[in-house]
Structures are given as C-alpha cells and as structure tokens.
C-alpha cells in the first residue's frame, strides 16, 4: 500500500515499524512508531498520502488539485488513496490508522468529532494562526464550527453546499404560484404545496413537497423554528416546545395537508426518493443538494431552478460538507498543512467548480463567475442561492454519538411518521432514549 | 457371544499383523497428509484462529477501532444482559425468524423437490426455475422485494385483493416486518431443493418396488421410505439453514435497516452498527461470541435429537 520510493533513508525504520504494527495486533499491546517526526517543512522530497472517498468525477478532480499542489511544492507529491464507498470510507480508514498505515492527509465528514476526540487527528489552530488562515473570512462564521470538537479547529473546509429548495417552474405556473424565496414563512410553503398537490381519483398524481425520515429534512425545521438537539454543554436538549411545532407541522404536511407523501405512499411509488420523484415530475418542490443539478440537468424536458430555503422564526438549513485534516499518525504534518492551506485556496479550489464535482468551501470560489456561470450547465441556474443560504447554514450537533444519536431519532420518528405517534411522545421518547447515549461517550 | 467374542479378537489379530505391515506406509500417507493440509491449516492459524481469539479478547475490552482496548472484564456482558435496551429484542426477532424461516422451508423444499422428483415432460425446466432465484444476487432479489411487499402497489398485495384479503403494509409493520423476511427467505429454497432432489434420486427402487407389492400407497411410500432415506439430508439443510437464519445480514440491511422501530433488528446487523458506526467493536465482539454460542447450542441440540429421527443405511448394514 504505502509507496516506498524516496523514503529509502527510513526503509528499515518503516519495516521495523510494521512488525511492530504486526505485534500490535498481535500481542494487542501499543508500540508507539515514531520515527522522527519533523514538524517544520521539508526541503528534500517528501512523499505524503491522501485519503478521500468518491467515485470516478470525485478521483479526477482530486486528482486534478493535487497535480496543481505538486507545481506549487514541487518536492511534495501526494499520492491519492480512494475508497469507493463513503460507508466503507471509516472502516478503512480506522482499520489502516490502527494497522500503522494511516495516510498523513484525511478527508473527514460527520465523523470529524470521532477522530478528534480519540486523538486521532491533530488540532490545527497553532498552524492556522502562524500561516495567518482566518477560517471565518475564507469560509463563512458557520462552516468551519462543524469541524471543531471543544473548542478546537480540527480540519479545513474542503466542500461544502448548502441545502436549498429544488423546484419544477412548469408546475409553478401551472398551479399559477410564486416560485420560492428565501422570504417564504411555512405558511407560504404550505399554501404553494397545497395548490400544487393533485389529487385525481382518490389517488395523488402530483406532490407539493416530500418529507421524509432523513435528518437534514426535519432537523432544519427544528432549527428554523430556534429549537436544538443539544444544548451548549451537549446534553439533549430535544423535548421543547418548539421542536414539538416544528415536527406536528413536518408531520401535518403529509397527514394533514396531504402534501407530501406518507411513508406508505413513498412504498407504494417502490421506495423513491425525493431526487427521483422530482425528476419523474411528479414532485413540485424538494429540499437537496448540489449533487442534484447534473441528475436534473439530464432528464429531458424538465424546467426547473433552484432557491434558498423558506425561513421559520429564523432561515435555518443544513450543508453537505467535508474537510481536510491530518493525522496524528503523520510524519511530516507541516508539509501536510502546506497542501492543505493550498488546496482550500482559490486555485486549489478550482477543479472542483469546473469539473461539477461540489460546491466548494471557499466563498470566494462560490461567488466567482465560473461557479455562478458555470459552463457545463446547459441551462441557466441560479447558483447564487449556494452563496446565499451560506449564512443560514446550522451546525449539526456532531458529537462522537451522531451516528448512535441518528439510530434513536430514526428509530422514533419511523413510528411517528407513520402517524401512529404524536410529536410530543415521539421527543420524550428520543429524549430519555438520548440520556445514555449520549453519557457512553464521556 | 462366545463366537461373536471369537471372531472380533481373530479381526484384532489380522488387523495388528496388517498394521505393522503397513506402518511405514502409513507413516508416509500420513505426512502426506499433513503437506497438503497444510495450506488450509496454515491460513486458518493465521487468518481464521487468530482474529477469532483476538475477537475474544475484545469481547472483553472498551475498544473504539482507533484507541488501544481497555480491558473492562465483563462489562460488555453485563450491559448486553443487563442494560442495553435493545439487546433481548434483537434476541428474539433472530429466534423467531429462525424459528419460523427454518422449519417453513424445510417443509417448502421436501414438499418442491417431490414434485420436481416426478418424470413429467419439462420437467428439467421446472427444476432450473425454481433454482433459479438462488443465483440472483441477494441485494437484487432485496430490491425486488420491496416492489413485491409495496402496500398497495406490491405484487403480492394486489394479488391478495383478488381473493378478498386486504394486506397489510409488509415492511412498514411492525408486526408483518419479519413475516416478510421470513416469505423472502422461501425465494432462495433452490439450493436445498438441489440437494433433496439429489437424494431422493438415490434412493434405489427396489424400496418403492418391495413397498407397491407389499400394498403401500404413494403417500405411504413417501412417509415410510422416501421420509427416512432423505433425513440426513434434511439434517443437513436444516442445521446449514438454522446457522444461516442467525446470521441473517443483507436483506435486513438493504430492505429495512433493522425498522420500523427495531422490529426487523437481527444479531449481525445489530453488531454490525455497533462494530462500524457506534465505535463499539468490543461489544460487537461481545455480541458475535453470544452469537456464537446459541448457534453451537442450538446446533448441539439438532445433533442430540437427531438420532432419534435421522436414519443412516450403514448403520443398518452393520
């Protein structure tokens, strides 16, 4: 796995290193592998590994910014490592980091508060002020808090999109109503879906809005009416009043309203997802990511454009995200921090917006021209709506519990979107549930 | 007695001369033996015994995957039995799936291969049909089947509204989730069929012969030879079926992730979330040496009983 070349001088170190990870696993002991690591830059060549997850656009594009690092530090060369599977992507990485292999530079999402808080990664806030990066001025006052974990900055922001609304404009005009805006109250929302649900026979031809089980979904109407999960000290905070309006009215838009699809529609129409139903043209509106425009782009026939989020009490929405960080693990962390501040750089930014891969952290990059115009689009989007909802983004309450938090969440929300449940008993449950979670941790 | 006793010493007498003719033969074979067992031997030491004594080991450790295990004695145990508020549902989802899937289609697959056992012209057709789904991965058969199970849409649904049944909502219910599964484990009968037909095949026909003439009918032929001749099959398929239902894994995955509201959470998904997602790998370790050890008992407690009905032909002729 690891590429020897160069590294002759630390060749019999490495492999002493590797029996020793060997023995680890083994004896189930810790030996430490520390040979030397240099915390200024190299001068010499330098060979650094990166791990990131994606599939072909995302290895290109990697790729493609990586070739552009090397021109800037020609004695760095950073060899890419992809996982073709996100689910698989911590797996491998856990598993390579505990088998002495971890790469010096990781991508890392909703996982970044697991690695951090294990030690597994290094707390760049001493490299971040002596290479005078302000965070908050390249990426916004929201984004770079999702990658710290008490207090510290654990990694760089590399992409990340707001969630805005998808919307069909044919059926807009037809049902004769405004297309969205960021202005739009939940009363807004409701009276457009309403008008463009279309009920024929007993049977819904044509959806309003989609709600579904999926946590940037309710969470953003939770946070868009100033509810939380956690409250500042991390202790759940999920039984208020507000998040109980908040989940009655996301619950109401298919029970009551009948607006959106219920759970047993959605298995009936064979388990579709929003993304799907809307390039069917049978949804009017939905809430989704950049990822979307290249799936909407290619359905024939299909006009449609993109908004920022309707406001609550307060414009809330989620982002999809990740960041950069270096390993604990890594022997030349200064030199990893060099690519890094470069690639989160404009130009490192670059083949991220030209090759459709993301939207890119850097608002600057957000509000070039090749990103608000971008020439792979066959029509015209409005982009503007990324950099936009940028200031609404919330931060999710990431702890190293996210994925157990989900699991409760899922777990009561299922029965209370079925109807069989009310927003009140659903949160008492999810918030006695998240006690001992949320304790195992600490 | 006397000459019974007579006859096995001449034996033991016969066979000590053959043997130390033949101990240098043996000797030989014997090393042999070992040579080419030894890959196997080999890769099991190395990939097999020592992950599964390190599993052990972790079973009895707080290991995250990314800090050194801290030995915490019997704590995973202690919470698995005592406090985890998820760990007897998911006890007893894997029991009553195994419970119902396993006896169901042992009784599916007797009952098909029966009929596939018949000389009717086609027939090859018929035997390649039902062995067919057994070849489709399981991630696609998963995804059909959640066009089959749809509420109102699914196939099986609206041909239950033709004789006058309404059908419940399948993989949303909490209490017809596992029904479900158990209705998809059917679809894959194919290879114990396989191996039924195989054995009913060999089964000689002078038996069914003797049997016609003596009076018996088809039924009585079926229950008093064909039955006996093929137990050991069946046991085979039934203890292969009983460890496969335990560690049912894909289908949970894929169609339900274990909902709605854990209804459909078996053991290896469970210790799957908890290994992966939760960092919880000792105990994920915990869980799988549980695992473990009902399906050594449950396997233990077939091979009890089985002498009581499993018939073998040797045992006869000896």
Known sequence: MLNRAGRSRMASKESACRIGAVALLVSLGLTACSSGTSQKASTGPVTLHMSVWGGAVDKKVYTERLALAKKKYPNITVKLQLVPSADDYNQKIQTAIVGGKGPDILELAETTPVFADKNEILPLDDKLSAAKMDLKSMFGDKVPNIFQWKGKQYAVPDRSGAMVVYYNKKLFNQAKVGYPTANWSWQDLLSAAQKLTIRQGGTTKQWGFSTIDWWPYWMSFMYQNGGKILDSSGKPQVNSKQNVQALQFYNDLAWKYKVAPTPRDLANMKNVGPDQLFAQGKLAMEITGFWNIAAANSVKGLDWDIAPLWHGQSPATSAFFSGLAISRTSKHPADAFKVMQFLASSAGQRPIIDNAEDAPANLQVQASNAFLQPTWSKRPVNMKAFGESAGAIFVPPLTPQWNEMLKVFTDNLDVLFKNQSTPQKTLAAIQQQLGPVMKSGS | ?318
Not at chain 2, 20 to 37: I, L, N, T
Not at chain 2, 136 to 157: I, K
Not at chain 2, 266 to 272: A, C, D, G, S
């Open chain 2, 1 to 318: 007695m006397a000459t019974a006793r007579l006859g096995a010493s001449r034996i033991g007498a016969r066979a000590r001369s053959r043997r130390v003719r033949r101990s240098a033969r043996a000797r030989k074979e014997a090393a042999w033996f070992y040579v080419m067992v030894s890959p196997w031997l080999i890769g099991f030491l190395v990939f097999l015994a020592g992950p599964l004594l390190a599993s052990l080991y972790f079973s009895f450790t707080d290991y995250d995957l990314l800090t050194p295990p801290r030995w915490i004695g019997l704590g995973n145990y202690r919470y698995m039995f005592g406090t985890d508020p998820l760990f007897w549902k998911v006890v007893g989802n894997t029991v009553f799936y195994t419970a119902i899937a396993v006896p169901v289609s042992t009784v599916v697959s007797i009952g098909l291969a029966a009929l596939l056992h018949r000389s009717v012209p086609g027939i090859r057709i018929f035997r390649t049909i039902v062995y067919l789904p057994s070849l489709v991965p399981l991630v696609a058969s998963a995804m059909l089947f959640t066009w089959v199970l749809a509420p109102d849409t699914g196939l099986l649904n609206r041909a239950l509204r033709l004789i006058g049944i309404h059908g419940p909502a399948w993989l949303l219910s909490e209490t017809w989730v596992k029904p479900a599964l158990i209705l998809m484990s059917l679809w894959s009968v194919g290879t114990s069929v396989i191996l039924l037909l195989a054995g009913m095949q060999g089964i000689p026909s002078e038996f069914g012969e003797a049997a016609r003439i003596d009076g018996a009918n088809s039924w009585q032929q079926f229950r008093r030879i064909t039955l006996p001749m093929l137990s050991p099959v069946i046991l085979f398929n039934v203890i292969m079926g009983m460890i496969g239902s335990f560690q049912i894994f894909s289908q949970v995955y894929i169609l339900t992730k274990g909902g709605p509201d854990n209804a459909s959470e078996m053991l290896v998904p469970y210790l799957f979330d908890q290994g992966f997602r939760f960092n919880k790998m000792g105990y994920a370790s915990a869980l799988s040496w549980v695992l473990f050890v009902i399906i050594m008992a449950f396997t233990a407690l077939i091979f009890r009983t089985s002498s009581g009905w499993v018939f073998y032909e040797s045992e006869v002729r000896r």
